[in-house]
């Protein structure tokens, strides 16, 4: 096997169809990630003014059987990732071929990590178990034998919950009388202001998660490039800012789980936003990202954010949530989701789905 750098039409063409011939036939892969790929490989995007993006062909006998990008993210710089991996089975010496070539033509970087896709924002992860059923919106999927390519890499493990919705609705009812959040209210995203709205969002995303594996601060614009396309899928009640004495502490990011509103071989288009207006299939949200800044993590903003959510996530017809998706190295993260997840819902929470990135030392 051999690797090409994609300059040309039909390999950029290629590099996309490559993906369609790998799931034609399965029925739980989803299109919906394939905008954020066409963003960072294709652009143009506010990511690229501080990372370089080369996609790849691989080839085997002069056919496409793969493909892959290497981003190298100043921001991240030791790493360099290999990202939006999609490969036929039965490859011979993938992590090895891909290896050599990274450390050639990246010599300054220290550290090849498979499967993150440019920023924790963007999507990152290879699937490791869960194979027979479709992702929830905004996590990944792919086939099994993904993972056995990169056998001698350092697995980094991340995982996720899944939880019924009426604890939570339960709990709302028990608290809606007694809470107390000691000056912390909480407000919707205020879309008619998304620009401003998303720099406070990217503001409290770096001011929260420095020393969170692979993080790498943001710019507000590469957020908005996120949200934008999706602000006739998303609503208010999707972004919540927690205030105390008007000062931002926190936030909370869910929402529907958008999969369900198309099949293996559809994207995300006008006609998934009109079903989903008019005839909501969906019966599961996704618990995305809650944070709140270093000195209010003893704080009852969580609290706060989670409880001010319920009514919302209830209304859309929903009857149960995914999330947690967190490094298994971090424990305290881990341990802060399981406390609140079993102190709601009575019962002892396991992982639901598990998912790797692979990590190898150039």
Not at 249 to 263: E, H, S
Not at 268 to 286: C, E, M, Q, S
Not at 345 to 350: C, F, L, Q, V
Request: hydrophobic share 40%; proline share 5%.
């Amino acid at each position: 096997m051999i690797l090409k750098e994609v300059h040309t039409r039909n390999e950029v063409r290629s590099f996309y169809k490559i993906q369609e011939e790998i799931y034609r036939n399965n029925i739980y892969f989803r299109y919906s990630e394939s905008d954020i790929t066409q963003l960072l490989v294709k652009g143009p995007s506010a990511f690229h003014r501080h990372a370089t993006v080369l996609p790849y062909l691989m080839l085997e006998n002069d056919m496409v059987v793969g493909r892959f990008a290497f981003i190298h993210d100043h921001n991240l710089h030791e790493y360099l990732q290999v990202s939006f991996f999609e490969a036929q089975p039965g490859l011979q010496d993938v992590a090895r071929i891909i290896t050599e070539s990274a450390h050639s033509r990246f010599p300054e970087c220290k550290k090849v990590v498979i499967g993150l896709n440019g920023h924790l924002n963007y999507g990152a992860g290879i699937l490791i178990s869960n194979f027979n059923e479709p992702p929830v919106f905004g996590l990944p999927y792919n086939p099994e034998y993904y993972q056995d390519y990169f056998l001698g890499f350092e697995q980094k493990t991340m995982v996720s919950y899944r939880f019924p919705l009426k604890p939570f609705v339960e709990y709302h009812q028990k608290m809606e009388k007694i809470r107390d959040f000691k000056g912390i209210t909480v407000r919707k995203l205020n879309k008619k202001k998304l620009r401003q709205e998303t720099e406070l969002y990217t503001w409290l995303n770096n001011a929260c998660f420095p020393g969170h594996p692979y993080w790498a601060d943001r710019y507000s614009e590469e957020d908005y490039e996120l949200f934008n396309p999706f602000r006739f899928l998303i609503k208010e009640e999707n972004l919540l800012f927690a205030e105390k004495n008007g000062k931002p502490i926190g936030f909370f990011l869910w929402y529907p789980d958008f999969n369900q509103l198309i099949r293996n071989n559809q994207h995300l288009g006008w006609k998934a936003v009109l079903r989903y207006h008019l005839a909501n299939p969906i019966d599961t949200f996704r618990f995305t990202e809650i944070a709140v800044l270093p000195g209010y993590q003893v704080s009852h903003a969580v609290q706060a954010l989670i409880l001010y959510a319920t009514p919302f996530i209830q209304k859309t017809g929903v009857t149960t949530g995914e999330g947690g998706f967190i490094f298994e190295e971090n424990i305290s993260s881990i341990v802060m989701t399981r406390r609140f997840l079993e102190r709601v819902t009575g019962t002892k929470m396991e992982p639901y789905r598990r998912y790797a990135l692979f990590e190898h030392t150039l």
